[in-house]
């Protein structure tokens, strides 16, 4: 299997066991062009192998720090780089857990049962919504039998991505942002789904 030369060793033993934990943090932090595609490579293995079960998966992301300075939104708005060391391909983000954060953002879809696995991730800049993103972490790679995709934030609560969930053979299950006297039929049947 292409991109899994660093598993050829496990995989040769039929994943009698897995490598440690230290070993995938040591091996996926040495890369960065191809993440996705080692990610999905392993994926695939660990899916053939049977060790992950795709019928349920999880989407979440992650704020990530750029490394150096940050640009101060002022300072961006005037198109001023006030010192060197600035990532200005970086932008401001924001979480409820750990306020603004200035640089990118990691979404990933993750295996669910006794061994979690990454399945899927897409990188974008941090002002990227959960809902922009979700077609494009969603299509790519995504092992063959996902049935059901868990989201416990409320941005993917979006009827659009229910429908395309629904296109691509899985259904999106997350909280829903609000109940109204007017709330449609579908969108019940969605809030018992997550209930």
Known sequence: MAGCS???????????TLPDRRTFDRRLSMVFNDIKERIAAMANLFV??????PHSVA???????????????????????PRSGIDIDAKWGFSHTR?????????????????????????????????????????????????YMSAADL????HKLYDLSIERGFELVCP????????????????DKFL
Not at 106 to 119: A, C, E, K, R
């Open 155 to 158: 941005g993917y609560d979006d």
């Open 99 to 147: 306020g603004w954060i200035f640089g990118y953002k990691l979404h990933l879809i993750s295996s669910t049962g006794s061994l979690i696995v990454p399945l899927s991730a897409e990188f974008t800049r941090a002002n990227i919504y959960d809902n922009q993103n979700y077609p494009a972490v969603t299509s790519y790679s995504l092992p063959h039998g996902t049935r």
């Open 59 to 81: 989407i979440d992301n992650t704020l990530l720090k750029a490394k150096g300075h940050v640009w101060h939104k002022s300072s961006i708005l005037k198109g001023i780089v």
């Open 6 to 16: 660093q598993f050829r060793g496990v995989r040769d033993s039929g994943l009698n």
């Open 48 to 53: 053939m192998e049977k060790l992950v079960d």
């Open 176 to 191: 829903i942002s609000e109940i109204y006297n007017h709330t449609s039929s579908d969108r019940l049947i969605a809030v």
